[in-house]
């Protein structure tokens, strides 16, 4: 085993993990003061059970075994039996145990992505049945398609180097399907103003940072790779952050601090597919793509359509996903990454590698359409999906008489706080006039 691997490894993995209360930070800061406590509480507690379902059923329905190329076959519940000091990839000395921490973290952050589709009329209940589900035929199988060394969008040449369709084309499609299903919040048109720009700020700068985890990690090693991918990484986000500022400035008149936090995050998951396999030049360009595709959809598209997905997650996950894993068929280059097959499109490789991105894209979408409707629909006789209308009006965070937290950050004192809290101050007044009293 490589220290020196392995220890990078678990760092990335902590960055990750980390992603998950950055996430909570965000989300809860764009929503409505009613429903913070809830949203932040659906997207933190998937990391216990996201944890769960990996040591469970998830490392080996994704990596151990093959099925048709499709999925993997559980000989280990619970890791019983698995050798974690086995070593996974000899070239890099990565033991079992190593790796499956790494992808453990991946499990946990991808599900709470989609958290932010059905905020405020969403039942607990339904959400954490949704998950189990969705993680062991949608997520587990993907990860297997896709990345393990027998998946057949593997075999044939799909490249994804960090989860731009296992992650974030997965989770925006799913954010979708869910918004379509729940119907339109009470009150859908109206401005909502949202809870704490700066906890927006604060989950973005997590996100960014835990972000470096996520792709640089990705590389599997500390080696040329990594550092491709952290630098690529850096240069979209930052295009895509200043894009998305500039269209503000031309379209609002100004720039805004929440839409440059939303083009941070959407030059963040454009580059995951491609930060291990293009240049600094292509990923300036994915970068701005994904910033100009993403704000036309939420702003010109969305309203036609009239789903209700509060904090956009198709419209940056999804949106910003499909064209970062589309354009690493265009930017591809051996010049980054000498162990790719083919050059991209721009790089004179021809449409190959384009039209592979474009197979896995478009299955990536189908299939978690499809398999997210069934789940969904499975589920609806026996659980019901939606909050009733008085929890909605009320929020969440104090509705179906607390089954979604015990306290909320929007709560005042009422008023018999204030007259109990008026009478020590005034009785604290009269001390300090006469002292000795």
């Known amino acids: 085993m490589s220290a020196a691997n392995s220890t990078f490894l678990i760092i990335s993995s902590v960055l990750?993990?980390?992603?998950?209360?950055?996430?909570?930070?965000?989300?809860g800061g764009l929503v409505s003061k009613k429903n913070v406590v809830n949203t932040m509480l659906s997207v933190f507690y998937i990391c216990g059970l996201g944890i769960l379902l990996y040591a469970a059923v998830g490392y080996e329905l994704s990596f151990n075994g093959d099925v048709g190329g499709f999925i993997g076959t559980v000989h280990h519940f619970f890791l019983s039996g698995l050798d974690l000091t086995s070593i996974v990839n000899k070239d890099l000395g990565i033991s079992t145990g190593a790796y499956l921490i790494f992808e453990m973290m991946f499990a946990i952050i991808t599900p709470a992505l989609f958290v932010g589709?059905?905020?405020?009329?969403?039942?607990?209940?339904?959400?954490?049945a949704f998950?189990?589900?969705?993680?062991?035929?949608?997520?587990?199988?993907l990860v297997h398609i896709v990345w393990s060394g027998s998946g057949f969008l593997a075999k044939m040449g799909v490249l994804d180097f960090a989860g731009g369709t296992v992650v974030h084309i997965n989770a925006g499609v799913s954010a979708l399907v869910l918004s379509i299903f729940l119907g339109k919040r009470l009150g859908f048109g109206k401005k909502t103003q949202?809870?704490?720009?700066?906890?927006?700020?604060?989950?973005t700068v997590i996100l960014w940072i835990g972000w470096y985890g996520f792709n640089a990690g990705s590389a599997i090693g500390?080696?040329?790779i990594a550092v491709q991918a952290f630098l690529t990484t850096t240069v979209a986000t930052g295009a895509a952050m200043i894009t998305w500022m500039m269209i503000d400035t031309f379209v609002l008149g100004k720039p805004t601090l929440q839409g440059a936090c939303t083009g941070t995050v959407c030059g963040l998951v454009g580059i995951t597919p491609a930060c291990g396999f293009v240049t600094a030049a292509g990923a300036f360009w994915i970068g701005l793509c994904c910033a100009v595709v993403s704000y036309w959809f939420i702003t010109k598209i969305k309203p036609i359509i009239k789903y209700d997905d509060p904090l956009d997650a198709f419209g940056c996950h999804g949106i910003s996903g499909i064209?970062?894993?589309?354009?690493?068929?265009?930017?591809?280059?051996?010049?980054?990454?000498?162990?790719i097959v083919r050059n991209g499109l721009f790089y004179g490789g021809g449409v190959k590698q384009l039209e592979l991105q474009l197979i896995g894209t478009l299955f990536t979408i189908v299939y978690v359409a499809i398999v997210a409707s069934v789940i969904i629909l499975v589920l609806k006789p026996f659980i019901k999906m939606r909050v009733d209308k008085d929890s909605e009006i009320a929020g969440l965070d104090q509705a179906e008489h607390g089954e979604y937290a015990d306290f909320?950050?929007?709560d005042g004192p009422d008023s018999s706080d204030v007259a109990k809290y008026s009478g020590e101050f005034q009785g604290q007044l009269a001390h300090l006039n006469h002292p000795r009293e």
């Open 117 to 128: 589709a059905v905020v405020g009329r969403m039942r607990f209940k339904f959400l954490t």
């Open 323 to 339: 064209v970062g894993s589309v354009l690493t068929g265009v930017f591809a280059s051996k010049v980054a990454n000498s162990g």
């Open 222 to 224: 500390m080696n040329d």
């Open 16 to 27: 990750v993990l980390f992603m998950t209360p950055g996430l909570a930070f965000f989300y």
């Open 408 to 410: 909320t950050v929007a």
């Open 194 to 203: 949202i809870y704490n720009l700066p906890w927006v700020l604060l989950g």
């Open 131 to 141: 998950i189990i589900l969705w993680s062991i035929l949608i997520y587990y199988p």
